[in-house]
């Protein structure tokens, strides 16, 4: 008797009697399966939800049925009871698997987090409050002075107009939205925290940074170290923006920079404060056609030794705005999709012949380029990811920005060689950009969702805890005290949707700037303000060992590795340095009044 129940045991749980070897084999013949069924469901879901982005039409609900089963049907699988057990019990014994398997449970894992069928009910009950506050989000009215206006009338309001109380109204407008949201996102609260919970994470933020292989504590430490490293020139920034627009709307100068001062509704970007007489891109990107934009950006990457896009890329992609008479819509909002995880990749663009989408088709291609070179049998189908979730945006933005530098448009023939601008208000321009967003990005939002998720900051408390944070890393007040009536963090729409993870946007712009630097000064030797990666069999080289292994590398070893320096501020301050001192000159005997962090 006794020795059947041994028996019965050792067969219900096989992996805890086997030797390492013999282990390693079951947990790679495990892997594979779910390899084979994650690329099937998940190829069938991009499907559909490909179809749904570019042929929208009107009354028809036959894509968003389909895509919502395919949906549906990917998650089951992902969030399987059967994966989170296996996955769980194979990672007990992680010290006698190989690195990469273990990689690929956690991945498993973590996907299995977002549905865990684990608690359905609390799946069903999320995903059902993530469409309600969804719909309140992008179903509200907005309205100045009872006349319904869109957000990018109100934008426009705060880019252009010079009259504080037209800007006042249209600033408080944008913020209404926020009271109708407060009690939808005190349920997504909960429920996300519980049903990350169920699989072990701490909180939903914690579950959020874990992807980047940190704790909670490790990722705000990394923040607040960056933030602090910017924080000097952001100070500059900030005594400049108070005393320009005080000059500008002829009020005194204001300690805090009030938010409706500010050209965005969130103070996040204030790039439309400056007017740049440049080179004239537009005008000779005019003489092309949109297929020589695209066909250029692959001409860009081909030079720099990657291979030329799939036939099927020019073949499935939608590329081009739709021909007038076009009996259905498409989304045009440029994007990039691996849809397959293998081969197909495409791109959903609407390309015509101006600047912008001339810099949007090298950033999107850089995407498609990721794609490709991760897709080999050296790379697991779960790890043909970003290194984390930033490097993804922060190679595509790279390729934008090295394609907008001077050198390389006069290289393509698209200016005159030699033409004047203003590189210092070009710079000034970029840094109301790039700089500006990092208090908001890598402190604002980051902050306040930590406290939300991990502190379990209580609702009576989000608005005054919001400005306060607001004050602290941006400077920045409302035009008036805001009471617990309003719920102004929840304006921000991913407050609402892909939450927690807004400090990837900041990390990207680091490693954007890390690896820009790198290829200036290390591979071309030039300026990092006047580059021309064009053709540079090295660049390529150095690009293509970085996208190539994946998420299948630790991304802070790669970046040590490949820049030779951890992840720091470092790179983005050496590009806007002759900016400082500019900067310091034009505020000299102004005072500075940005709170210490
Ligand atoms: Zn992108």
């Not at 989000?137 to 426009?156: A, C, M, P, R, W």
């Not at 100070?235 to 709307?249: D, G, Q, S, V």
């Not at 900041?506 to 303000?529: K, R």
């Not at 080289?541 to 590795?561: C, K, Q, Y």
């Amino acid at each position: 008797m006794r020795r059947t129940i041994l028996i019965l045991l050792a067969a219900a749980l096989p992996s805890c009697s086997k030797g390492p070897q013999e282990l390693q084999k079951e947990v790679q013949a495990y892997l594979d399966s779910y390899a084979t069924r994650y690329q099937e469901l998940s190829y069938a879901a991009n499907q559909a939800d490909w179809a749904s982005n570019t042929r929208i039409v009107e009354g028809d609900s036959t894509n968003a049925i389909a895509t919502r089963a395919a949906r549906e049907a990917l998650a089951a699988f992902t969030g399987s009871e059967e994966n989170i057990e296996k996955c769980r019990a194979y990672l007990e014994r992680r010290v006698d698997l190989v690195p990469i398997q273990v990689l690929q449970l956690e991945a498993i894992l973590y996907a299995a987090a977002d549905n865990p069928a684990t608690v359905p009910d609390l799946v069903k009950q999320r995903i059902a409050a993530e469409t309600a506050q969804t719909e309140v989000l992008y179903g509200f009215d907005f309205q100045i002075d009872g006349k319904s206006v869109t957000t990018n009338q109100i934008d426009e309001i705060l880019r252009t107009e010079t009259r504080l109380p037209e800007r006042l109204a249209a600033w408080e407008a944008s913020k209404e939205v926020g009271k109708g949201l407060r009690t939808g996102l005190l349920q997504l609260r909960r429920l996300r925290n519980e049903t990350v919970r169920a699989l072990g994470y701490p909180d939903y933020f914690g579950y959020q940074v874990s992807d980047y292989g940190m704790s909670t504590d490790e990722m705000m430490t990394m923040l607040e170290q960056l933030n602090r490293e910017l924080r000097p020139l952001y100070r500059e920034l900030h005594t400049y923006a108070r005393y320009e627009l005080a000059k500008k709307y002829g009020q005194p100068v204001p300690r805090l920079l009030p938010a409706h001062w500010l050209p965005n509704r969130w103070g996040q970007d204030w790039s439309s404060m400056v007017t740049v007489e440049g080179f004239d891109l537009d005008g000779a990107l005019r003489e092309k056609s949109p297929e020589w934009l695209v066909e250029q950006a692959e001409r860009f990457y081909v030079s720099l030794g990657f291979p030329n896009l799939p036939p099927s890329f020019w073949e499935k992609s939608s590329l081009y705005p739709l021909p007038d008479g076009t009996a259905y819509k498409k989304n045009n909002h440029a994007s990039a999709w691996h849809l397959d995880l293998q081969n197909d990749v495409r791109s959903l663009m609407s390309v015509e012949n101006n600047t912008e989408w001339y810099e949007t088709t090298h950033h999107e291609l850089g995407h498609v380029y990721y794609y490709i070179s991760y897709s080999t049998p050296e790379v697991p189908l779960v790890l043909r990811r970003g290194a984390n979730r930033a490097y993804h945006e922060g190679v595509g933005s790279l390729m934008g920005l090295a394609s907008m530098q001077k050198p390389f448009v006069e290289g393509l023939g698209l200016v005159e060689p030699g033409m004047q601008t203003d590189a210092v208000q070009m710079l000034l321009k970029e840094a109301l950009n790039y700089v500006v967003f990092i208090p908001w990005s890598a402190g604002t939002m980051s902050r306040f969702e930590r406290e939300l998720y991990a502190e379990n900051l209580p609702p009576d408390q989000w608005n005054r805890r919001w400005w306060e944070i607001v004050r602290q890393y941006q400077g920045i007040e409302p035009p008036a005290e805001r009471g617990e009536e309003f719920c102004d963090p929840a304006t921000k729409t991913h407050i609402n949707d892909d939450a927690a993870q807004y400090y990837d946007y900041a990390l990207s712009y680091f490693i954007l700037f890390q690896l820009h630097d790198h290829i200036a000064s290390t591979i071309l030797n030039q300026d990092p303000h006047a580059t021309n990666y064009f053709g540079n069999r090295q660049v390529g080289e150095f690009l293509r060992t970085i996208l190539a292994p994946g998420a299948s590398v630790d991304w802070r070893n790669m970046l040590r590795e490949k820049t030779g320096s951890d992840l720091s501020a470092a790179a983005m301050l050496r590009y806007f340095e002759p900016l400082m001192a500019y900067l310091q000159e034009i505020n000299a005997g102004r005072e500075a009044t940005l709170p210490e962090l």
